[in-house]
């Protein structure tokens, strides 16, 4: 079983303001962001926000996204995103208090492998769009390419049902049924909608699909990545 | 005001909803189970909640409610047994309990000690969801004024405690702590994932040692061992003073700190991101600060079991409101709360922001009904106080092997891992130094469980504050010097200050006496030695990474400072000198038949037992053997004796779905369970 989640940017309203669909006058604003660390899952919108040409310092060794989420709320960081699942429980609150204003998604893909607008969330634009947008943010090239290995492998394949490798085939064709019956149930759309949002559920053959293109990152890509974390974190991977 | 105006009826409709007889059955159902899951220490309602999981997709939310509240409240409450009656700090709920709470076992003491504590647990639970029925309404606005200034301050002020704890020696308490907190930094830093003082050849090391192993290690396995080496009961000449009535009594005559241990448990437990850890501390202080004679700490003073225990009950009903009302899971079990919480309602009830405008009548369920489990538990624990208090006239070496048995079960399940049984020893080694020569355990502790929220708190606030300054300087200072923060300096510097000056009455190990010099300056050199190594690792980090380093840098430098300062009085003064306290020299210790060494060494056996045959088969050898040489058994007794030692590990096991340390044997030739794993 693979299935996915998006993520969404967002921004205080101040900050926001400045947000014109492009990052153009948010340059010159300084940001902090509460992140887990820049080998995590933070990876995905560190890279994105420097590719906009954002001022972004981010505090790390937060325990998880929950906190970064508060540490937002409190007013010490300004911008900060949410997975899917906990922009829909936490963070819409704020926005619909005009205490956040939403940036961007990480968008989603569709058949062919573009980035499209996210299902979940059709009003707001992709990081594809504003970077479009936005002077000096290109959507193609090396950085482009391994923020898209990285987006892939983050978001739209992220959440893996794995069994043992030695597990007999029956026990795997059990689960197998069970996942189907779960989707097959008729409020599974209504249900999964308001918990994770509204993304396809991959079972059997096609979840192994979704992982190898999720665990396929070109060696061009891991080099950019690995050189950039190092001259701006310092962090060395082996 | 709105929000008051349908406070009331949403208070009805929850006890509408909870008062029903399905409902309450549940709820007795969930306490019974959480009490037989409870009394393990190191097992709390983690596993007892994921048991329960399976059960509850498509259950009438209530009715799941209750049986998962039950089984979640009534974990404070259970491993309290642990804490008065064998020493064990049965969670980080418990710690405090253990410093009067065991000594007053050993008193005979122990039916009053328990139901001392279990009535301020009971009275700490529904203070404390009284307080909340009022604050849960405007708690969101209050959260969000502690950011991460306040909690660094809230943090400090529970290392704070360290100067109450620290002992006749305030050098040794704060050395002791230093160590602690040098020892919590060990593994993969927070911030930059810089290692301390471990390498990825040990993996085990890189997460850091466990608070239950480090807890079982320098308070329960010092505490055995000396009662083994003496070879009598718990409860000296094996006789039980005062019921459980005397308690009670005890608990209703300190009925006002009673209540403001509760109230310092909700609010600190309130406050996301700090968990539990400081606030039964917090609690001991301020019992031993408001009282006049403080001689009795530390030696079986019931003000200094009613304080924590009222605290971490509250703490609980606290905790809820960070889980309720954010999302974000205070603890392990309130993470599977949260997610049980998503399948019961279909979709229905969600967790965050929205749980006050759309649910405040299952807010209001949740808070009672966890204040309703207290009282349940706490009857049905107060009813068997008496008779479990008896386990304290058995001669201890017919407790200790099955002490041994269970501490290196709890420490397996920390990490599911064989190095977890060495790292308990290592670390009972450590404390049973820490012991003899009067070095504050406590302090120790105090310093492990912050380690982490202290070293987090500071590199975030300061990056935070830095951030703050380069926009303006009244920005910075707005920032960091906020009313609350300034409020809790205040309370620290002045508890500090009392807690130093009292600190000389609080013998945390008793009467020590002295001795000559040469044991405790061993001692104190191996531990400088320790700090000075960590100091060096520390400061092989690369700069880029100051957040790892700083922390460990300052802390080790203070620590090894610390100990220079009495290595250079152990130096000056004459022997016998209060400074060369040692246990070896006079007293139960020295005066006990049996060796240290010898002592250490039946438990060693059954680590190294199962290095090579896995525990269960260990197990065997090493409760027939210790049955029959050290106790003394005969062959009838032995057998029957171990057979209920090896089936009752069994049925837990079993029950809980867990697995036991395999050894070498099992890695060459598969074996069913329970002899072998998987």
Known sequence: MASGTGGVAYLNPEDGANFDGSANALKDTNFIFGSQGATRLDIVPLLAWKMLGMNVEPVFGIKGRGDGRLMFERGEANIDYQTSSSYIGGSMAMVNDGKAVPMMTWGALDADGNIVRDPTFPDIATFKEVCEATDGCETSGETWDAWKAFFISGFPVQKLAFLPGDTPQDVVDTYTAAFNEVIARADFAEISAKRVGEYPVFVGPDAQKALETAISVSDDAKAYIVNWLAEDYGVTLK | ????????????????????????????????????????????????????????????????????????????????????????????????????????????????????????????????????????????????????????????????????????????????????????????????????????????????????????????IPEIVSLLRQDRSIAKGAELGGGWLDGVRDWFANIWLSVRCSIIGVVVGIIPGLGGSVVDWIAYGHSVQTTKDKSNFGKGEVRGVIGPESSNNAKEGGGLVPTLLFGIPGSGSMAIFIGVVALLGSGEIEVGPAMLKD????????????????????????????????????????????????????????????????????????????????????????????????????????????????????????????????????????????????????????????GTKRAPMVFLLIIAGYLLVALINANMIPDYNMTDKIIPMVIGSFALGCCLILLVQMIRRPERDAIFADKEVAGEDADAPYGLWSTLAWFGSLIVGTFFVGFIIALLGFLITFLRVRAGAGWGKTLILTACGIAFMCLMAGVLNRDFPPGLLQHYVPLPWPLGGE
């Open chain 2, 1 to 220: 005001m709105e929000i008051f105006a349908n406070a009331l009826p949403a208070l009805g409709e929850a006890w509408g909803l909870i008062l029903q007889p399905m409902v309450l059955g549940y709820l007795v159902l969930g306490v019974v189970m959480g009490l037989a899951v409870g009394v393990f220490p190191g097992l709390g309602g983690i596993a007892g909640l994921s048991l329960l999981l399976p059960f509850m997709f498509g259950m009438d939310p209530i009715l799941g409610l209750a049986l998962m509240i039950g089984m979640v409240a009534v974990v404070p409450t259970s491993d309290t047994f642990a804490s008065v009656l064998m020493g064990i700090p049965g969670s980080s709920a418990s710690q405090a309990t253990v410093l009067d709470g065991f000594p007053m076992a050993k008193n005979g003491q122990a039916a009053r000690a328990l139901s001392a504590a279990f009535a301020s647990s009971l009275f700490g639970g529904l203070v404390g969801a009284a307080f909340l029925t009022v604050f849960i309404l405007v708690a969101r606005p209050i959260v969000l004024e502690f950011g991460l200034p306040e909690m660094l301050m809230v943090t400090i002020l529970g290392l704070s405690m360290v100067a109450v704890l620290a002992g006749r020696f305030a050098l040794k308490g704060l050395a002791a702590a230093g160590l602690g907190l040098m020892i919590g930094t060990i593994g993969e830093a927070d911030a930059g994932g810089s290692l301390r003082m471990a390498s990825y050849d040990i993996p085990y090391l890189t997460d850091g040692l466990k608070l239950v192993i480090v807890g079982l290690g320098i308070f329960a």
């Open chain 2, 359 to 514: 649910n405040l009548d299952i807010t209001y369920s949740i808070v009672w009904l966890l204040a309703l489990a207290n009282v349940v538990g706490t009857i049905l624990c107060i009813a068997l106080s008496g008779g479990i208090a008896r386990m304290t006239t058995i001669r201890f070496t017919y407790l200790a092997p099955f002490l041994f048995m269970l501490i290196s079960f709890a420490a397996f399940q920390s990490g599911q891992n064989f190095e977890d049984l060495l790292a308990l020893f290592v670390i009972g080694l450590i404390g049973i130094f820490l012991r003899r020569f009067d070095w504050s355990r406590p302090a120790f502790l105090i310093g492990f469980v912050l380690s982490n929220p202290v070293e987090q708190f500071t590199n975030q606030a300061f990056q935070i504050a830095s951030f703050r300054f380069r926009k303006s300087f009244e920005e910075g200072i707005d920032y960091i010097f906020s009313p609350i923060v300034i409020i809790l300096i205040i309370i620290t510097v002045v508890s500090v200050v009392l807690g130093l000056r009292q600190a000389k009455n609080i013998m945390a190990e008793g009467d020590v006496q002295s």
